[in-house]
T-cell receptor, first 111, second 116 residues
Framework: AQRVTQPEKLLSVFKGAPVELKCNYS??????LFWYVQYSRQRLQLLLR??SRESIKGFTADLNKGETSFHLKKPFAQEEDSAMYYC?????????????FGTGTQLKVEL | DTGVSQDPRHKITKRGQNVTFRCDPI?????LYWYRQTLGQGPEFLTY????????KSRLLSDRFSAERPKGSFSTLEIQRTEQGDSAMYLC??????????????FGPGTRLLVL
């Protein structure tokens, strides 16, 4: 069975502080990992995916297969980063890439 | 707005009634997904379509639930004999499946259902 675990429901940091949102997963095959973000009153949207290996809005995430983790990091938090963040996985290849989501972490950036 | 749209945005119904939700995907997107999200949880997969074919259904999708995508464009999700446990946000997402293309699911705003 595939599962995504986000241990923190709420993470509060000060503006300018580093951010790390934790995500661990279990999956029997080769997964693709994603981070989705939902800003207040907006729809869920893709932030980044591991195969792209890119930085979006200053966020990065590295897939660690040994630790089965895909933590989201940003060196300096901004107020506009306050949002709900969901880690998700799907299978890397094959048809029907249904997403399995974690329970989400609410990030609050305080001034 | 060329994004995924869902209708209605909110629905309040009484237990035992039937409800139907509609999802209009981004045009030319051939895949359409339905998810359900309850309070404090992430979205959970319900079912997905490749064009008009429903290719996978979750065990969450009881026989009271039925989804269609008759012409490979918009989709409907019907819940018969609603129960209070059906109260949730129902999300639709669409994507383009194409060889050599990184599939990205684009989500709609959701339909919030409250069963009294």
């Amino acid at each position: 069975a595939q599962r995504v675990t986000q241990p923190e429901k709420l993470l509060s940091v000060f503006k300018g502080a580093p951010v790390e949102l934790k995500c661990n997963y279990s999956y029997s095959g080769s997964p693709e990992l994603f981070w989705y973000v939902q800003y207040s009153r907006q729809r869920l949207q893709l932030l980044l995916r591991h195969i792209s290996r890119e930085s979006i809005k200053g966020f990065t995430a590295d897939l660690n297969k040994g630790e089965t983790s895909f933590h989201l990091k940003k060196p300096f938090a901004q107020e506009e980063d306050s949002a709900m963040y969901y880690c998700a996985l799907s299978r890397l290849t094959g048809g029907g890439n249904k997403l399995t989501f974690g329970t989400g972490t609410q990030l609050k950036v305080e001034l | 707005d060329t994004g995924v749209s869902q209708d209605p945005r909110h629905k309040i119904t009484k237990r035992g009634q039937n409800v139907t939700f509609r999802c209009d995907p981004i045009s030319e997107h051939n895949r359409l997904y339905w998810y359900r999200q309850t309070l404090g949880q992430g979205p959970e997969f319900l079912t997905y379509f490749q064009n008009e074919a429903q290719l996978e259904k979750s065990r969450l999708l009881s026989d009271r639930f039925s989804a269609e995508r008759p012409k490979g464009s918009f989709s409907t999700l019907e819940i018969q004999r609603t129960e209070q446990g059906d109260s949730a946000m129902y999300l639709c997402a669409s994507s383009l499946d194409r060889q050599g293309w990184q599939e990205t699911q684009y989500f709609g705003p959701g339909t919030r259902l409250l069963v009294l």
